[in-house]
């Protein structure tokens, strides 16, 4: 998916294309979540719709919910909720972070000759 290092660096519009494509799989795991959390605070916590999308937001943003639960199952939910949220805030920000990075490493090695073994 990536050049390596003796390849020329990737042309602007190939980055632009492969950041867009990074965000577009990022964007698709928080509508996914998104999805999940907002299920599962109306499963167990009997939650209205638009009150159960707010709490999932707030926790996939790292703010933590806004009604806090009341049902052993809420609690439960809301915690490996919060869990998995963390986890995928870090995944979706390396997941749009990694195609600049590899693009800058990329560039500093772009001039170097391959190793001749």
């Known amino acids: 998916m990536y050049e390596a290092r003796h390849q020329p660096l990737l042309t602007r519009a190939g980055f632009y294309q492969r950041v867009a494509l990074h965000v577009s799989i990022a964007v698709a795991l928080l509508v996914l979540s998104l999805g999940m959390g907002m299920v599962g605070y109306v499963a167990t916590e009997r939650m209205p719709w638009m009150d159960a999308f707010l709490?999932?937001?707030?926790?996939?943003?790292?703010?933590?919910?806004?009604?806090?639960?009341v049902t052993s199952g809420g609690k439960l939910f809301a915690?490996?909720?919060?869990?998995?949220?963390?986890?995928?805030?870090?995944?979706?920000?390396?997941l749009v972070m990694t195609p600049v990075i590899h693009r800058i490493l990329h560039h500093f090695h772009v001039d170097e000759k391959p190793d001749s073994d």
Do not use: K
């Open 55 to 69: 709490n999932t937001a707030m926790l996939l943003g790292g703010m933590g919910p806004v009604n806090p639960p």
């Open 79 to 94: 915690g490996l909720f919060a869990l998995y949220a963390g986890l995928v805030f870090i995944v979706c920000a390396a």
